[in-house]
């Protein structure tokens, strides 16, 4: 019996092997997180880094869940992309920033996270619903381009910058 109780511990600890008994419990805990997260209606998020000698890499994704499970959306942000036409994994020069839009019921917030960037740097442009948000300083470089609820003209966005985190009122 004691031997026994000692293979089933050993089993529980990975014993498929250290490296991938530790990805398949990262991989439970995170689909144990968006269950949790369906039902409250929550925002979970992951980001990483990649340097060497000559590429600085950034990835990262947010899964948002609305309430019930409704509307789970996963958004990639960083300058880590896969190339469409060669398949291969490309760093590239202009990074895309976590972005979220909030809408209220007399105007839209948008918030984008653009570490090093001040309200100098930032360029907007606005065509119908579509935002297109500009940055750079330095190597920092960032776009996006995000889908508004509505059509907003650029005279009734009010912009403001503090500590690289963006943000627009889009007022009614």
């Known amino acids: 019996m004691g031997k026994e109780k000692k293979k089933n511990s050993k089993s529980k600890e990975g014993g498929l092997g250290v490296g991938l008994g530790g990805i398949l419990t990262g991989l439970a805990d995170l689909v144990e997180k968006l269950v949790e997260l369906a039902e409250k209606g929550k925002e979970v998020s992951k980001t990483g880094e990649i340097s060497g000698k000559a590429v ?3 990835y990262g994704f947010n899964v948002k869940v609305g309430l019930g499970g409704e509307q789970l959306r996963v958004e990639p ?4 992309r896969r190339d469409e036409t060669s398949g291969q994994t490309v760093v ?3 990074r895309e920033p976590i972005v979220d839009v909030f809408e209220e019921e007399d105007f839209t917030l948008v918030l984008a996270e653009m570490p090093g960037i001040g309200l100098e740097d930032v360029r907007l442009e606005i065509q119908d619903d579509l935002l297109t948000i500009y940055a750079e300083r330095g190597d920092k470089k960032y776009r996006k381009e995000v889908l508004l609820p509505r059509s907003y003209s650029r005279e009734k966005m009010v912009v403001s910058c503090n500590n690289g985190i963006l943000e627009i009122k889009c007022l009614a």
Do not use: L
């Open 56 to 58: 600085r890499g950034i």
């Open 77 to 80: 942000f960083g300058n880590i």
């Open 92 to 94: 590239q020069e202009i």
